[in-house]
T-cell receptor
Framework: AQSVTQLGSHVSVSEGALVLLRCNYS??????LFWYVQYPNQGLQLLLK????ATLVKGINGFEAEFKKSETSFHLTKPSAHMSDAAEYFC????????????WGAGTKLIIKP | DADVTQTPRNRITKTGKRIMLECSQT?????MYWYRQDPGLGLRLIYY???????NKGEISDGYSVSRQAQAKFSLSLESAIPNQTALYFC???????????????FGPGTRLTVL
């Protein structure tokens, strides 16, 4: 069965520092890959997605992620953290053979230290 | 106004009670989903619907039922609530595009349900 692993339930960085949130998936074929963000007391919203084409994907709020097939990874990065980035981030995968179901990681809570 | 709304936002109930959570959307999307979120487990799909006459079970449908009253409305019911159904419940919608096998899902603000 497909699975998504997010390393670290909590990640803490200082304001202005690099943000790196890790996501690895298990799949025998390249899936579709997503990052969603959940701000406190809100629903989830899409940050970025990879379907085909360029493996470096840019999203909203300065985030980007790179699909690395050989490493089965889709890590999320941002060069300089801002206090407003504090939220929970979810990686999700859709097998290319499926047209509806997302398999979700457990989430990583990003904490920004002043 | 929000595109995907959920009512109620918070609910406390007792074991054995029947509960209905409602979801409405103004996005005109065909597809609607119900998820539950538990700390450390991410989101798990309960039911999904591709249109009014197409309803399917997700990963964890036991103890839940749904009704798609119209394209814009998708309700989740707990027939006899139990404490381990205490969770945050999200409704989501997505569009259908033949050129894209899977589109972005748009989420409501969630309903926090506590079963005592």
């Amino acid at each position: 069965a497909q699975s998504v692993t997010q390393l670290g339930s909590h990640v803490s960085v200082s304001e202005g520092a690099l943000v790196l949130l890790r996501c690895n998936y298990s799949s025998s074929v390249p899936p579709y890959l997503f990052w969603y963000v959940q701000y406190p007391n809100q629903g989830l919203q899409l940050l970025l997605k990879y379907t085909t084409g360029a493996t470096l994907v840019k999203g909203i709020n300065g985030f980007e992620a790179e699909f690395k097939k050989s490493e089965t990874s889709f890590h999320l990065t941002k060069p300089s953290a801002h206090m407003s980035d504090a939220a929970e981030y979810f990686c999700a995968v859709s097998p290319s053979s499926s047209n509806y179901q997302l398999i979700w990681g457990a989430g990583t809570k990003l904490i920004i230290k002043p | 106004d929000a595109d995907v709304t959920q009512t109620p936002r918070n609910r406390i109930t007792k074991t054995g009670k029947r509960i209905m959570l409602e979801c409405s959307q103004t996005k005109g999307h065909d597809r609607m989903y119900w998820y539950r979120q538990d700390p450390g487990l991410g989101l798990r799909l309960i039911y999904y619907s591709f249109d009014v006459k197409d309803i399917n079970k997700g990963e964890i449908s036991d103890g839940y039922s749904v009704s798609r009253q119209a394209q814009a409305k998708f309700s989740l019911s707990l027939e006899s609530a139990i404490p381990n159904q205490t969770a945050l419940y999200f409704c989501a919608t997505s569009d259908r595009d033949p050129g894209q096998p899977l589109n972005e899902q748009f989420f409501g603000p969630g309903t926090r349900l506590t079963v005592l």
